[in-house]
C-alpha cells in the first residue's frame, strides 16, 4: 500500500493520500488548496490516478483543494450527506463504503466539531478529522459544534475501535503523527471526563479564539461545487423538464454514471444504462460501449449522476471523445426527484 501523510505548515493540516499499488488508483483525505500543485507532483512521480479527494468535514481553517483537484484531474468529490456545501460528486452517510481500486473505507458519522464531521475506517487505522485530535479533541463551538454529540461520537463511536488502531488526525499542533485508539483512551485528556457532562463543562470553557481563516475558509469551503451553468452556457444542459420529454424517446439514451450503492439506495430513471463514472473514459473511446452505441444508433447521450457533477464532467470527456450531441442533466438525480421526475427501485 502507498500511504502518504502530508503536511501543511500553514494551518498545521495533514492531509493522506492512499493507493494500492504505484501505477494505480488514489484517494486523497483533506487536501488543502495551497498544496494542490504538490499533490498533482506527487501523483505523477508515483504514477497514481486520482479518482476521490473526500473532506472529513468543512474546514474553518483552511480552504480545501476538493474543488481544485476535481477540475485538475476530474476525480470524484466526497463529504457526509449533512455538509452544507452547495455541491460535491456524492454524500456519504454513517457506514457507507468508499471504494477505490485495492482499498475501501468506511465512512463513521462523528458530529460534534462540526454536524458534517466524518471519520474513516480502513482496515487497521482511521482517519479522525478534527473529532479526535492527538491528546486532544476539535473544538465544539463553531459551525453547529455540539460538545454532547461529540463525547458520544467519541466514546460511543471512536473509542469502540479495537485499542491498536492506528489514528491519524486532520491536524496536529504539536509534531505528533500518529496516535493509537487505546493510547488516546489512556493519555488524552480530554477522554478523561467522567460523564458526558463534564467534557460539555470542559469544552464550553477553552475560550479559544476564532481561526485567523475562519471568515474566508468557511464560504469558500461551502462554494465547491463545479460551475455548472458554464456547461449549460454551451448548450449542454437539460433542465428536469427538457430530460423529462426524452424519457422513452428513440433519440435519446440515459446514462447512469453512480456506483450501485447510490442507485440501490435512491433508485435510477427508468430505463437509464448504467456506466459507472470510472469506467467512463474506457466506454467513451472506439470499442467502448457508449462510444458503439452512439455509432450504431445515433443516440444522444444524457448523462445523470446525483448532483449533476460528475454528468457535468462526462459531457466534457464525451464532447471530447467527438460525441458532440451528448449532454447531461443539471442538479442531477436530487434535482430529478424535486421535479417529480418517475424513478426505478432496483431489485435487491
Ligand atoms: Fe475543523
Given at each position: 500500500m502507498i500511504f502518504r501523510q502530508l503536511f501543511d505548515s500553514v494551518s498545521s493540516t495533514y492531509s493522506y493520500l492512499l493507493a494500492?499499488?504505484?501505477?494505480?488508483?488514489?484517494?486523497?483525505?483533506?487536501?488543502?488548496?495551497?498544496?494542490?500543485?504538490?499533490y498533482l507532483q506527487l501523483l505523477r512521480e508515483l504514477d497514481l490516478k486520482l479518482i476521490k479527494a473526500l473532506d472529513t468535514h468543512v474546514h474553518a481553517d483552511h480552504i480545501t483543494g476538493l474543488?481544485?483537484?476535481?477540475?485538475?484531474?476530474?476525480?470524484?468529490?466526497?463529504?457526509?450527506?449533512?455538509?452544507?456545501?452547495?455541491?460535491?460528486?456524492?454524500?456519504?452517510?454513517?457506514?457507507?463504503?468508499?471504494?477505490?481500486?485495492?482499498?475501501?473505507?468506511?465512512?463513521?458519522?462523528?458530529?460534534?466539531?462540526?454536524?458534517?464531521?466524518?471519520?474513516?475506517?480502513?482496515?487497521?487505522?482511521?482517519?479522525t478529522g478534527d473529532t479526535l485530535l492527538i491528546r486532544g479533541t476539535g473544538r465544539t463551538d463553531f459551525q453547529n459544534g455540539d460538545a454532547l454529540a461529540q463525547y458520544d461520537s467519541l466514546f460511543n463511536k471512536l473509542l469502540k475501535l479495537p485499542d491498536d488502531t492506528l489514528v491519524y488526525p486532520a491536524h496536529d499542533y504539536k509534531g505528533d503523527t500518529v496516535s493509537t485508539i487505546g493510547e488516546e483512551r489512556a493519555h488524552n485528556p480530554r477522554l478523561q471526563a467522567a460523564s458526558p457532562a463534564e467534557y460539555v463543562e470542559i469544552m464550553n470553557n477553552l475560550k479559544l479564539a476564532n481561526p485567523k481563516m475562519m471568515d474566508v475558509a468557511v464560504p469558500a469551503n461551502l462554494r465547491v461545487g463545479l460551475r455548472q451553468d458554464e456547461i449549460e452556457a454551451r448548450g449542454w444542459s437539460l433542465d428536469c423538464s427538457e430530460a423529462q420529454?426524452?424519457?422513452?424517446?428513440?433519440?435519446?439514451?440515459?446514462?447512469?454514471?453512480?456506483?450501485?450503492?447510490?442507485?440501490?439506495?435512491?433508485?435510477?430513471?427508468?430505463?437509464?444504462?448504467?456506466?459507472?463514472?470510472?469506467?467512463?473514459?474506457?466506454?467513451?473511446?472506439?470499442?467502448g460501449l457508449l462510444h458503439e452505441l452512439v455509432a450504431a444508433t445515433g443516440k444522444r447521450l444524457v448523462f445523470y449522476c446525483a448532483y449533476g457533477e460528475r454528468s457535468a464532467m462526462a459531457v466534457q470527456m464525451a464532447q471530447e471523445a467527438g460525441l458532440h450531441e451528448s449532454c447531461h442533466i443539471k442538479g442531477g438525480l436530487d434535482a430529478w426527484k424535486h421535479s417529480g421526475g418517475a424513478l426505478t427501485q432496483l431489485a435487491g
Amino acid at each position: 500500500m502507498i500511504f502518504r501523510q502530508l503536511f501543511d505548515s500553514v494551518s498545521s493540516t495533514y492531509s493522506y493520500l492512499l493507493a494500492s499499488r504505484q501505477g494505480g488508483e488514489a484517494l486523497i483525505i483533506d487536501p488543502v488548496l495551497d498544496k494542490v500543485e504538490r499533490y498533482l507532483q506527487l501523483l505523477r512521480e508515483l504514477d497514481l490516478k486520482l479518482i476521490k479527494a473526500l473532506d472529513t468535514h468543512v474546514h474553518a481553517d483552511h480552504i480545501t483543494g476538493l474543488g481544485a483537484l476535481r477540475d485538475r484531474t476530474r476525480c470524484i468529490t466526497v463529504m457526509g450527506e449533512q455538509s452544507k456545501v452547495d455541491v460535491v460528486s456524492v454524500r456519504v452517510a454513517d457506514g457507507d463504503r468508499i471504494e477505490i481500486e485495492g482499498l475501501g473505507l468506511t465512512a463513521m458519522h462523528t458530529p460534534g466539531h462540526t454536524d458534517d464531521s466524518y471519520c474513516f475506517v480502513m482496515e487497521d487505522r482511521v482517519f479522525t478529522g478534527d473529532t479526535l485530535l492527538i491528546r486532544g479533541t476539535g473544538r465544539t463551538d463553531f459551525q453547529n459544534g455540539d460538545a454532547l454529540a461529540q463525547y458520544d461520537s467519541l466514546f460511543n463511536k471512536l473509542l469502540k475501535l479495537p485499542d491498536d488502531t492506528l489514528v491519524y488526525p486532520a491536524h496536529d499542533y504539536k509534531g505528533d503523527t500518529v496516535s493509537t485508539i487505546g493510547e488516546e483512551r489512556a493519555h488524552n485528556p480530554r477522554l478523561q471526563a467522567a460523564s458526558p457532562a463534564e467534557y460539555v463543562e470542559i469544552m464550553n470553557n477553552l475560550k479559544l479564539a476564532n481561526p485567523k481563516m475562519m471568515d474566508v475558509a468557511v464560504p469558500a469551503n461551502l462554494r465547491v461545487g463545479l460551475r455548472q451553468d458554464e456547461i449549460e452556457a454551451r448548450g449542454w444542459s437539460l433542465d428536469c423538464s427538457e430530460a423529462q420529454r426524452l424519457l422513452g424517446s428513440p433519440e435519446a439514451v440515459l446514462v447512469d454514471l453512480r456506483d450501485q450503492a447510490e442507485r440501490r439506495r435512491h433508485g435510477e430513471i427508468p430505463g437509464s444504462v448504467h456506466t459507472p463514472y470510472g469506467e467512463l473514459a474506457d466506454n467513451l473511446g472506439p470499442g467502448g460501449l457508449l462510444h458503439e452505441l452512439v455509432a450504431a444508433t445515433g443516440k444522444r447521450l444524457v448523462f445523470y449522476c446525483a448532483y449533476g457533477e460528475r454528468s457535468a464532467m462526462a459531457v466534457q470527456m464525451a464532447q471530447e471523445a467527438g460525441l458532440h450531441e451528448s449532454c447531461h442533466i443539471k442538479g442531477g438525480l436530487d434535482a430529478w426527484k424535486h421535479s417529480g421526475g418517475a424513478l426505478t427501485q432496483l431489485a435487491g
